[in-house]
């Protein structure tokens, strides 16, 4: 039998990580067994708004703590996320998706493929629609970027079409979903996503690609002094910087 | 160097979630000192004693037995369960297959016995197991402080080094026993138990 498909949900502080798990649950919950793991900085604050929308059986939804560190506990040190999902799946499973919602750092902070089979990150129009022209991994190479709240949009001046179009200019082709609590096609739309990921999760073709705490870089390769390439490193490709 | 790499904060076990009691305890960081001292005398005795045993070969559960009997605290013991759990997969890495029959047999896997075994593959002494696990035990505590009090973290550094003959001391009582240690600290419980049921805490333990 295979392990549940490890969804990754990362963003920043607010952009509505937990209120877009709810509604993504409460549209997969009636036929596909989901658990969730939550990070919280300094309270289990998120696990329990989760379990009180009651999209999920309360004991689905558990929280681990990151003492101050949420970015070590999706990147560099995942033990503590990893455990706790294997044990959501004994205990509860068998799961078909774990939805692991990171306690919301800055634009640097993804998720490390050894935990996360693909990866969400979320913006929202009220933090600025100048974010996804700032750019960083999760916004540029994300398996799926969301950007939330859209409703808000006219309230705090945000340009909906403007954080859309910078969006896809550095996705090269990934994609990109306008979402709001109040408009069901965006939670439609990435619950769809999901599926698609869970499917290829169970053909076994699902190949985790880490948008890399690198931005693309540029270094001339041996043997081809004058053929230097830039590129990112989501592709896997291994190679030595000294040279 | 393998008991370095061991007690490496860096090596990916999740220590960086834990404050070993200090958190719970709620101490100002001028009471860091008297509090490691504390803390290391008597759980700190009982983790290193039975640490050092699993290196020196002692059936790993029986003394996890041992040691669930001087654990009282349930949320202690299931998050040593977990970093034991984190601790294995370094493990299975590191020696593929070696610990396979003792992860399987383990309900509890405590990180003080995995720790034992794992010293023991990389040819540790029980000594140095021990004073690995004491020193384990105050540098989480250490790292911790200054995320919790306005303290300097180079003054905290400096009270992990000055606990360097306290930790030496112990990890030979820990070796030389003729019988597992059974130090208890029942505030630490106490406060363990509170601490678990706190909505507002950052770490762990």
């Known amino acids: 039998m295979t392990r549940p498909l490890r969804i990754g ?27 969730v793991v939550t990070n919280d900085i300094y309270t289990d604050e998120d696990a329990r708004f989760l379990r009180s929308t009651g999209v999920l059986p309360a004991e689905r939804i558990v929280a681990v703590q990151t003492g101050c560190c949420p970015h070590t506990a999706i990147r560099d040190d995942v033990s503590e996320n990893l455990q706790a999902v294997e044990e959501l799946d004994l205990r509860e499973g068998p799961l078909d998706v774990v939805l692991v919602e990171s306690g919301g750092d800055n634009l640097t902070a993804t998720f490390s493929p050894a935990l996360a089979d693909v990866q969400i990150f979320v913006l929202d129009c009220a933090g600025g629609d100048d974010v996804p022209r700032k750019g960083g991994p999760g916004v540029a190479r994300a398996d799926l970027l969301v950007i939330n709240k859209t409703d808000l949009a006219p309230y705090v001046g945000a340009d909906v079409g403007l954080m859309l ?11 990109v979903i306008a979402a709001s609590l109040r408009d069901p096609a965006g939670v439609d739309g990435i619950a769809a996503w999901v599926r698609a990921a869970l499917a290829e999760h169970r053909a076994g073709s699902l190949v985790a690609r880490d948008p890399g705490p690198m931005a693309p870089h540029h270094h001339p390769e041996a043997g081809h002094a004058h053929d230097g390439h830039t590129h990112s490193h989501e592709d896997g490709h291994v190679h030595d910087h000294a040279h | 160097m393998l008991d370095l790499l061991l007690a490496d904060a860096r090596t990916p076990t999740g220590g960086f979630a834990h404050s070993n009691g200090v958190e719970p305890a709620d101490i100002e960081p001028a009471e860091l000192e008297a509090f490691l001292r504390g803390r290391l005398s008597t759980t700190g005795l009982v983790d290193a004693a039975v640490a050092a045993a ?14 669930i009997a ?3 605290s349930a949320p202690i013991r299931d998050a040593a369960r977990r970093q034991g759990r984190s601790l294995l997969r370094v493990a299975e890495r590191l020696w593929p297959g070696a610990l396979d029959s003792y992860s399987a047999a383990s309900a509890g896997t405590p990180r003080p016995v995995v720790l034992g075994l794992c010293g023991s593959l990389a040819g540790l002494s029980a000594r140095r197991v021990a004073q690995l696990c004491l020193y384990d035990d105050a540098a989480t505590c250490c790292a911790a402080m200054p995320k919790l009090g306005a303290v300097d973290a180079l003054d905290v550094t400096a ?3 000055a606990s360097e ?18 130090a208890a600290a029942p505030l630490l419980d106490l406060r363990s138990v509170a601490h678990h049921e706190n909505h507002r805490r950052l770490f762990a333990t």
């Open chain 1, 9 to 35: 949900v990362a963003g920043p502080v607010g952009t509505g990580k937990s209120s877009l798990v709810a509604a993504v649950c409460g549209v997969l919950a009636a036929d596909v067994r989901i658990g």
């Open chain 1, 165 to 175: 179009s910078d969006s896809t200019a550095v996705r090269d082709g990934r994609p």
């Open chain 2, 54 to 67: 699993a290196a020196r070969g002692e059936e790993p559960l029986a003394l996890e037995a041992a040691w």
């Open chain 2, 70 to 72: 001087r654990t009282p």
């Open chain 2, 159 to 161: 009270v992990l080094a």
């Open chain 2, 165 to 182: 003959g306290l930790i030496a001391g112990l990890a030979d009582r820990a070796v030389a026993a003729r019988e597992l240690p059974s």
